[in-house]
């Protein structure tokens, strides 16, 4: 018989990294060494640890990461405080990769990108991120707006700070809610900081994070004059198969494990307000 | 026409059961019609239809994905599908047969689901024509004849005898295998029940409702519809229109542990429950209406736009027999279509 995407593969741990409080980021591999599969940027696995649960993730290193993929875990229920309780060694199921993929050798080629992004939200931006700069001859400039509540709450701080920032070809701007001892950078909500930072309207934009941060960055980027067709976000409804057939993540005729979960925001405007 | 007459039935119905697992529609006490697996002397309901669909057979209301075992740090997936046993279906009506079709758009889709294929190669179908269709029935809105009933092979009733068709080549290898028992017979009675069931339809109470005014072009109309906070006031989300639904395909999926190995298994779920979309952070669908939508939208709006046109119901009135507060997609049909 076929293989059927609902039966999973197995992976192992063989990293894991305490991003914030109540983020960890893992390293997977397949048990062989190497990816247990290849993916394209925005795309999310379901994991699952057997007789705990199973849910969904975004894959958040960069398909050219040819050695393993890694996903940023917030600890939020039952199977998130298992994981987070893993170690080094812990074998994992793994199934995917679901749903579309930021158009990065597609829409995304030859322009200006910004990408706006709050707390766990940079998880699946950090995949087109890393893509992007290892890519980086296909792109015109690159700008990130970033921001947590606090300045411990901002998820891979570290490669931010090495490598983003080290990086003269990207701009990051790093924001926090409230001003904190050991922080002299940007206080303030991010949909805020984007409006003061008033990016040139010829950017195509890459928004996640938590829904009340998006529908505020919606707002001040239509301002400053952007239009709809110019700005990529990715959803988040509960999921269950991934392929479109348990009939539990849909927003109006689209399912987002199948037909998203990136979606520009005119196609989002053309579906009912459901999410 | 090939046919057997109706006091060898049984006959014939032991002689399938002899070869492959036989199914057949039978009363139960409460005379309510139920799919039973065929045992020697059990009788054809009469029923014109069973309470619960014949989903059962390509999506059985649980069934086991995978096993696991977890030993330490490790995690050993055991993949426990079998080759399905060859089965026939007797029985099944045209709204029913019709449902596998919609199933089939869903789950024979790439990626196919393997569980459900694995059914659908191995059940034959054998339909039969309706001669009495009743008040809830409203299948010829969809376009479905139930004196021409489809699947594999069909079963036309003319009071005396049953006389039999195939349509597939699984519906010819059903027919070969049974064809020492079937004599010519003469159709001038069948044409004339026939003719009368066709009759009957067109009084149904439900025969004018028409799809007109539904498909993927209303989405956004229909689902700003104002009609919905009154339609769905009375729903108390108990889910028993979408499991008695031929067509409602929503699953769960959950481990249980048996003490010496997990099995992972998925079950029927509804999109009336209030914990469907539940997530960490909210849930999208939070109000009765806004579940009580979903179905309906699902099958008239949301279906047929991402297949072709197709709906997503087949008109075989379970639900409006079976709600018990008396909500059902006729009365949502009814309410949303431009006058
Ligand atoms: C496309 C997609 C990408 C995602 N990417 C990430 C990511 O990169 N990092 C990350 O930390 N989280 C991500 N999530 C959210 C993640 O799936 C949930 O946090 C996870 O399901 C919670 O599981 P749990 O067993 O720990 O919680 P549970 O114990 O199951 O539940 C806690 C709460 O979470 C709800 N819940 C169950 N399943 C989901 C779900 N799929 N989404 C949201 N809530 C759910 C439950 O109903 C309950 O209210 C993503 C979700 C989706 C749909
Ligand atoms: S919606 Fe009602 S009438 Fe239509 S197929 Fe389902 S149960 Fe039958
Ligand atoms: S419509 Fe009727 S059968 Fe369906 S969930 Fe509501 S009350 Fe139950
Ligand atoms: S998760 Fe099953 S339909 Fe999207």
């Known amino acids: 018989m076929n293989n059927d995407t609902l039966i999973p593969l197995v992976g192992v741990v063989t990293d894991v990294r305490q991003d914030t409080?109540?983020?960890?980021?893992?390293?997977?591999?397949?048990?062989?060494?190497?990816?247990?599969?290849?993916?394209?940027?925005?795309?999310?696995?379901?994991?699952?640890?057997?007789?705990?649960?199973?849910?969904?993730?975004?894959?958040?290193?960069?398909?050219?990461?040819?050695?393993?993929?890694?996903?940023?875990?917030?600890?939020?229920?039952?199977?998130t405080e298992w994981l987070h309780a893993m170690d080094v060694g812990q074998q994992i199921?793994?199934?995917?990769?679901?749903?579309?993929?930021?158009?990065?050798?597609?829409?995304?080629?030859?322009?200006?990108?910004?990408?706006?992004?709050g707390g766990i939200g940079l998880a699946p931006l950090r995949s087109v991120i890393n893509y992007v700069r290892d890519n980086?001859?296909?792109?015109?400039?690159?700008?990130?707006?970033?921001?947590?509540?606090?300045?411990?709450?901002?998820?891979?701080?570290?490669?931010?700070?090495?490598?983003?920032?080290?990086?003269?070809?990207?701009?990051?701007?790093?924001?926090?809610?409230?001003?904190?001892?050991?922080?002299d950078g940007h206080v303030g909500f991010v949909p805020n900081y984007v409006k003061e930072l008033a990016p040139s309207t010829n950017k195509t934009v890459l928004v996640c994070g938590?829904?009340?941060?998006?529908k505020f960055t919606l707002a001040g980027l239509k301002e400053l004059g952007f239009s709809e067709t110019q700005v990529y976000t990715t959803m988040e409804l509960r999921m269950k198969c991934g392929v479109g057939k348990c009939g539990r993540c849909n927003i109006g005729n689209k399912y987002v494990c199948k037909d998203g979960p990136v979606f520009r925001y005119d196609e989002l405007g053309a579906l009912p307000d459901e999410y | 026409m090939l046919k057997i007459s109706a006091e060898k039935l049984n006959?014939?119905?032991?002689?399938?059961?002899?070869?492959?697992?036989?199914?057949?529609?039978?009363?139960?006490?409460?005379?309510?019609?139920?799919?039973?697996?065929?045992e020697s002397g059990m009788t054809l309901s009469k029923a014109l239809n069973t309470v619960r669909s014949a989903k059962d057979f390509f999506l059985p209301q649980t069934e086991n994905l995978a096993e696991f075992r977890r030993s330490g740090k490790t995690i050993e997936v055991k993949d426990i599908r079998k080759e399905s046993e060859d089965f026939v279906v007797f029985g099944?009506?045209?709204?029913?047969?019709?449902?596998?079709?919609?199933?089939?758009s869903v789950f024979l889709a790439e990626p196919v689901d393997t569980f459900y294929k694995n059914r659908r190669e191995h059940g034959t179908i054998v339909t039969m024509a309706c001669t009495r269709p009743e008040e809830t029935c409203f299948c010829t809105t969809f376009g479905i004849n139930p004196t021409v009933p489809g699947g594999d092979a069909s079963v036309y009733f003319d009071g005396e005898s049953y006389f039999f068709v195939p349509f597939t080549e699984k519906g010819k290898v059903f027919m070969a295998s049974i064809s020492d028992m079937l004599e010519d017979g003469d159709v001038t009675k069948l044409s004339e029940v026939q003719a009368k069931a066709r009759e009957i339809m067109t009084r149904l109470p439900l025969a004018n409702l028409t799809t007109d005014s539904f498909g993927g072009e209303k989405l956004m109309e229909h689902f700003n519809s104002e009609k919905w906070a009154e339609l769905s006031e009375a729903c108390?989300?108990?889910g028993t229109c979408t499991f008695v639904c031929p067509t409602c395909q929503c699953y769960d999926i959950r481990d249980f542990d048996t003490g010496h190995g997990i099995k992972r298994f998925r079950c029927w779920d509804s999109c009336m429950y209030s914990d469907f979309t539940k997530m960490a952070h909210?849930?999208?669908?939070?109000s009765q209406l806004e579940r009580f939508r979903q179905r309906f939208m699902h099958k008239l709006v949301y279906h047929p736009s991402n297949h072709e046109g197709e709906f997503g119901c087949v008109g075989c009135g379970r639900c409006l027999s079976k709600c018990p507060v008396s909500l059902n997609i006729v009365k949502v049909m009814k309410a949303l279509e431009d006058k």
């Open chain 1, 21 to 79: 409080p109540d983020v960890k980021t893992f390293r997977v591999n397949a048990l062989e060494g190497g990816k247990v599969f290849e993916h394209m940027p925005g795309q999310c696995a379901m994991l699952s640890i057997p007789g705990v649960g199973e849910a969904m993730f975004s894959i958040t290193s960069s398909p050219t990461n040819k050695e393993y993929m890694e996903f940023s875990i917030k600890k939020c229920g039952c199977l």
């Open chain 1, 93 to 117: 199921t793994i199934r995917g990769p679901y749903g579309n993929y930021f158009p990065v050798e597609t829409e995304l080629k030859g322009k200006d990108l910004l990408f706006v992004a």
């Open chain 1, 136 to 183: 980086r001859e296909n792109y015109g400039d690159v700008q990130i707006v970033y921001g947590s509540r606090s300045k411990d709450d901002l998820v891979d701080y570290q490669e931010i700070i090495d490598e983003w920032m080290a990086d003269d070809n990207i701009q990051v701007n790093l924001t926090i809610d409230n001003s904190q001892e050991g922080w």
């Open chain 1, 210 to 214: 938590p829904p009340i941060m998006i």
């Open chain 2, 11 to 38: 006959e014939l119905f032991d002689k399938i059961a002899s070869q492959q697992t036989l199914y057949i529609p039978v009363d139960r006490e409460d005379k309510c019609a139920e799919f039973k697996k065929y």
């Open chain 2, 92 to 104: 099944v009506r045209a709204c029913d047969a019709k449902s596998f079709e919609i199933l089939d």
């Open chain 2, 236 to 238: 108390i989300g108990c």
């Open chain 2, 282 to 286: 909210g849930n999208p669908r939070t």
